[in-house]
């Protein structure tokens, strides 16, 4: 195993439990950190007993509808195999705490997928092909918020840098060469319709929107083209409130003053980072009261929630949450399955790119150790040049003898094996060094009546000469 993918979304989890894993922003970098010091720390981590393998990699994706580690073993080849378990034990244990559930309860609920599967995934995840409103564009750039939360927190290497610079790159052509976003509705709009079959003319409401983040400014551009009679915008700080209430012609509140001002408003949109629930069922009790009954509509796109569950069994309110909307956002069926077919085979052609270069990366400890062998080599063969030259030695006759000391080094191992190999085996070991050291010049057969004559004692081996490989080439 190269890539885990860990984690929980709409379509395994409630958004009650789903709100217990959730992270705000400012909070991915230090468990980003946290994680990253569990999987490297010599305590029964997955780097235990391989001191020598480079950190392990986790990235970290929380949105309203999924929160997902992505994480790659240090080390590579071996290495990453022996620490794969652990890796895999570590963010199962890590996630389970964080979200204060049993490892079973959450594995109930959580997707654990490797390498190609995993590289599937995070593409359909960045394509939109796995959002709650198919196609949507939003999650994209929250896995680019979540990659610079990881390369920021120092958590970010090679693996799963090439994992989203990939999805980035099939997401692109998915958006550019498919329909797949343009026959869905958003969850705003969704919002909007709800809101339309309550009350019969939206011109004449008051709408109040809970925070300022980019769900709300969507959900209140699209309100706004409805023209309600007042629009209000309550934020913990103001001064970003103030900035979106501007752009709307709405009013600023603050959200100490929320509480008193509830009753206002016929439709409440709330979604912020709060962990904690900001409209509770007592307020909500309170505003309908001083409203006669009158019906309020309310929608909680946060996670965790931003209103109390409890509030759906008043009377007069309508709560919605993300998941009471995805009903709304399946539409033009048809059409959506032709460009979700399309999407599939680009997603599918990139998986296969991927899983492709994470196999040549199994072979980059073998290319490192060539390169350090063949460098240990150089450098005997140029001090022994040196010493021959500083005692005045032909220069002609101390580059041979550099040369040939470099040949025959390169020579020897493979040659060796060729004299060792049996009868039933020489002839596939004569092909490899054919294919290898002369580029298929000769075939099996021919080498093997080319073989270099054993050295007698008290001579050096010599062998028949032939273009070493270049070092280059092996990488």
């Known amino acids: 195993m190269t890539v885990l993918t860990l984690g929980l979304n709409h379509h395994t989890a409630a958004v009650d439990l789903r709100g217990r894993f959730a992270f705000a922003v400012e909070q991915l970098s230090p468990a980003l950190r946290q994680l990253h010091e569990r999987l490297a720390s010599p305590n029964g981590s997955a780097h235990a007993g391989n001191a020598h393998a480079a950190p392990p990699e986790v990235a970290l994706l929380s949105t309203c509808n999924r929160t997902e580690l992505y994480c790659a073993p240090g080390g590579l080849g071996a290495s990453a195999g022996t620490s794969a378990s652990a890796v895999r034990h570590a963010a199962i244990e890590w996630l389970a705490h964080v979200g204060q559930v049993s490892q079973e309860e959450l594995l109930r609920h959580t997707y654990l997928l490797e390498d190609g599967q995993a590289a599937r ?21 929250q896995m680019k918020q979540a990659v610079r939360e990881a390369d920021t927190a120092g958590t970010l290497g090679t693996t799963l840098h090439q994992l989203f610079q990939r999805g980035f790159a ?27 079959e309550l009350f019969e003319d939206l011109g004449r409401t008051r ?20 023209t309600p009679r007042a629009m209000a915008v309550a934020n913990r700080t103001l001064e970003r409130g103030e900035k979106l209430a501007t752009h709307l012609g709405a009013q600023a509140i603050r959200l100490a003053d929320l ?39 309310m929608v909680d796109l946060a996670v965790p929630r931003d209103i109390e569950p409890e509030v759906a069994r008043l009377g007069d309110v309508y709560l919605y949450t993300v998941d009471d909307l995805s009903a709304l956002v399946q539409t033009a069926s048809e059409k959506r399955q032709a460009a979700v077919a ?44 040196r010493k021959l030259l500083a005692k005045g030695e032909d220069v002609e006759a101390v580059l041979d003898a550099l040369s040939r000391g470099l040949t025959q080094k390169m020579l020897h191992g493979a040659l060796a094996e060729l004299h060792s190999a049996d009868t039933r085996h020489r002839p596939q070991v004569a092909a490899s060094l054919s294919r290898l050291f002369l580029r298929g010049d000769l075939t099996p057969a021919r080498a093997g009546t080319h073989a270099a004559p054993r050295a007698t004692p008290g001579q050096p081996e010599r062998s028949r000469p032939a273009d070493p490989a270049d070092p280059e080439d092996l990488a």
């Open 342 to 385: 399309q999407a599939e085979a680009i997603i599918e052609t990139g998986v296969q790119g991927f899983v492709s270069w994470l196999d040549q990366r199994t072979t980059v400890p073998l290319i490192q150790a060539l390169h350090t062998q063949a460098d240990a080599w150089r450098a005997t063969e140029i001090a022994r040049a």
């Open 207 to 226: 709408v109040l929107f809970v925070g300022a983040g980019e769900m709300i400014e969507l959900t209140a551009t699209h309100f706004a083209a409805r």
């Open 121 to 141: 995934h995070a593409f359909r995840v960045a394509s939109g092909l796995d959002s709650m409103v198919l196609g949507e564009p939003q999650i994209l750039g």
């Open 259 to 297: 509480p008193d001002r509830l009753h206002e408003f016929d439709i409440v949109v709330s979604c912020t980072a709060s962990t904690l629930p900001i409209i509770g069922l007592g307020a909500v009790e309170r505003a309908l009261k001083a409203r006669k009954r009158r019906p309020m509509f």
């Open 170 to 196: 099939v997401a692109k052509e998915v958006r550019t060469s498919t329909e797949i976003g343009a026959h869905s509705i958003s969850m705003a709009a969704a919002a909007v319709r709800l809101a339309g």
